[in-house]
């Protein structure tokens, strides 16, 4: 059986992760639980392996009080680069090259490859996939609902799940952090095409979603950002993405 969306934890993380799933199937989610609550080490590794292939959707729940998966970017990097530290926050200060490095040691650890969504599929997942609603942002048209930016984000990043999730059960596609992605700035191609890889050079990197200092029009899923590669800002973070 196939779900929308795979979700591991430890017990200690019980109270959060209700709230998560209750908030997912009351939007018609299907979620797959870890209902044994493996922490961490190899069985948790064994269980995510066997479980991923039928989820869509990852969700990994770790306590601040832990410091064992090897799947935070410190365990991953050697350090938290985060402007805002917090192991449940949300990435940011890192550059596109940063990111590259994250991806490239994560898959080399793991054994799976994970690397920076395209344009294209940051956008089609922003949207709701197949689910979509058309929404203006990524899960509703009221960017209240799902989304920290300059007028509700209190001048700091926020935990995941706070808000509202899309379609497919992804938070915070609108605002909280930019996010990277693998495409170089450019006009998009005035011919049809099905899942583009973007220019093949250029100048500056695409990052997506708007965050939580800027205005609510750089949350719709149709905006376009774009940075220099080997900058970073403590808006500015990372989505992954996992190819089987």
Known sequence: MEYDVF???????SDIVEKVINELTRHNISVWIDKDGVESGDAFKSVIVKAIKN??????????????SPWTVKEVMG?????FKGEMLPVEN????DCQDFVLKLSQMS????????EAEWEFAARGGNKSRHTKYSGSDNLDEVG???????GRTHLPGEKKPNEL???DMSGNVWEWVQDWKGDYSEEHQTDPKGLPIGDERICRGGGWNRERDRARVSYRGDDLPDLRYCTLGLRV???N
């Open 7 to 13: 979700v591991s934890y430890s017990r200690r993380d």
């Open 55 to 68: 989820a869509n959707v990852f969700l990994f729940f770790s306590s601040k009080s832990s410091n064992e």
């Open 79 to 83: 350090d938290n680069p985060s402007h």
């Open 94 to 97: 890192v550059s596109w090259f």
């Open 111 to 118: 054994g799976k490859h994970f690397r920076l969504p395209t």
């Open 148 to 154: 920290w930016y300059n007028e509700n984000g209190e």
């Open 169 to 171: 059960g992804l938070y």
């Open 241 to 243: 993405v996992m190819e």
